[in-house]
């Protein structure tokens, strides 16, 4: 697995915050692009992983209509990393089954939230390698 960083180093004054979104792409696999989100909450602070992520989760199901959540629960990854996971699906308007992944991450006062969406083959494989990419998350210290 390949290390990236982040190519620059910004400062900002005070009355200003970093609200950067990553994407990464994945792979491709017939119709299914694969992009996966990161969005930091560096103002998380020491709210509890549950019920941070459980609104989070919430309003994404609320902003999705016909969502229909498959699972969401508490998971030990295998580098040690304890996230919270939801998976959903649902049909968009151009008819292709979507399977959405969202797992967040509190580490240092900092939420982090990633989702990916997946077809239901995908959801096993690269799912799994959305896993262990979270898995591999370091604060900069």
């Known amino acids: 697995m390949a290390r990236t960083a982040v190519p620059f180093s910004i400062d900002l004054p005070d009355s200003w915050e970093d609200q950067t979104i990553y994407t990464f792409k994945g792979p491709d696999d017939g119709d299914t692009r694969h992009y996966m989100t990161l969005v930091l909450d560096r103002s998380a602070g020491d709210v ?4 941070y992520a459980d609104e989070q989760i919430d309003a994404t199901l609320e902003s999705l209509s016909g969502a229909e959540e ?16 939801s998976v959903f699906r ?14 967040y991450l509190i580490q240092g006062g900092i939420a982090y ?3 990916c969406n997946f077809s239901k083959k995908t959801l096993k494989t ?7 990419i979270i898995d591999t998350v370091t604060p900069a210290s």
């Open 126 to 132: 690269l799912g799994a390698q959305m896993d262990l």
């Open 90 to 103: 649902w049909i968009p308007a151009d008819r292709q089954r979507i399977f959405r992944k969202q797992s």
């Open 70 to 85: 498959l699972k969401r629960e508490r998971k030990e990854l295998p580098g040690g990393h304890t996230v919270y996971e």
């Open 113 to 115: 939230a990633f989702a």
């Open 48 to 51: 509890d992983l549950e019920t």
